[in-house]
């Protein structure tokens, strides 16, 4: 399995920003599906949005769209996830994601099974205080 790392959590307030970064050195992320994932306090983990590079697709779960981006540095390898307005509900571990790429950002978000992804961070803390 491929170690991910993720950067770029902390506390801020309700209606701030963040941005979360993903990178590795084992594989090209230009080469695999990238997923976000959020797991909240109490809650089952989600996945909140999903690139793929191939079709340069993007998708997002229904509460983080319009707030969330995902974005890519090819020459980092490093995957993106841009998060403004923020909200308390935005609060959980984010955790990145890799997958064998053969289809859209949407199927990664709505109907990949989990044994897809091969490459997964430790997660990164993100707070939103209210």
């Known amino acids: 399995q491929v170690q991910l790392v993720e950067s770029g959590g902390g506390l801020v307030e309700s209606g701030g920003s963040l941005r979360l970064s993903c990178t590795t050195s084992?594989?090209?992320?230009?080469?695999?599906?990238v997923c976000w994932f959020r797991q909240a306090p109490g809650k089952e983990r989600e996945r909140v949005a999903c690139y793929t590079p191939g079709d340069d697709s993007r998708a997002y779960e229904d509460s983080v769209k319009g707030r969330f981006t995902i974005s890519r540095d090819d020459a980092e390898n490093t995957i993106y996830l841009q998060m403004n307005s923020l909200k308390s509900e935005d609060t959980g571990v984010y955790t990145c994601?890799?997958?064998?790429?053969?289809?859209?950002?949407?199927?990664?978000?709505?109907?990949?099974?989990?044994?897809?992804?091969?490459?997964w961070g430790q997660g990164a803390q993100v707070t939103v205080s209210s």
């Open positions: 084992g594989i090209r992320l230009i080469y695999r599906a």
């Open positions: 994601a890799a997958a064998t790429l053969g289809w859209g950002a949407t199927f990664y978000l709505e109907r990949a099974d989990l044994s897809r992804f091969d490459g």
